[in-house]
């Protein structure tokens, strides 16, 4: 029904966003995991979208990319997966990160999503393990991390190992944390503090 949404953000919080367009307001459901794509409040802001027809209501899913949206579709394309278990997948595991554990066959890391079950998670890798879209994403994916400017390890018990932990917990992936802290390392200084490191990180990331 509707492709994308272009306009302006005026709403975000976990699990969902507003979007402003043509003096219409949009509620569009928006996974936890992908909201660091999105800019400030009050910026533009193009958003791909599903639209999710029942016989109670009409819900918008939205993401940032036409990638991310293809994998959600993917995602629900899946016996007994529909449109809240795809958002939980993709709100607790980055796009890399899902089809990683799809591919490798991690019931585990996929039965962490709230509504997923340990047999859900089955049923997904027997279905998407072999197709097309998931692994030439996979490929993409470990391309994107070849191509990406290196960036110099951080070495344990450093303020910015402490910072880098920090951010994982938060649900950062280990490279993007690490280019960000690396981003900010030259301008702290060494004797910058783990905390003083991570506010600089994810003013980066957000």
Known sequence: MFAYFKGILASKK??????????VGYLINYPAGL????PGRGEDVTVYTYTSVSQDAVALYGFPTEDDLDLFKILISVSGVGP???????SVLRPAELRAAIVSGDTKKLSKAKGVSDKTAQRIIVDLKNKDEIKAGLEGD????????????????TA???????LQMLGYGKRESEKALN??????????SSDELLKAALKKLL
């Not at 909201?35 to 999105?38: E, G, T, V």
């Not at 470990?142 to 018990?157: F, P, Q």
């Not at 981003?183 to 910058?192: D, I």
């Open 142 to 157: 470990v391309n994107n991390l070849l191509s990406a400017d290196g960036s110099t390890d951080i070495k344990e018990g």
């Open 35 to 38: 909201m660091d794509a999105l």
């Open 183 to 192: 981003a900010v390392l030259s301008k702290a200084g060494e004797n910058a």
């Open 14 to 23: 976990e699990g969902s966003i507003i979007v402003e367009t043509g003096g």
């Open 160 to 166: 910015a190992y402490d910072a880098l932990d920090a």
């Open 84 to 90: 809240k278990a795809g958002m939980a997948l993709l």
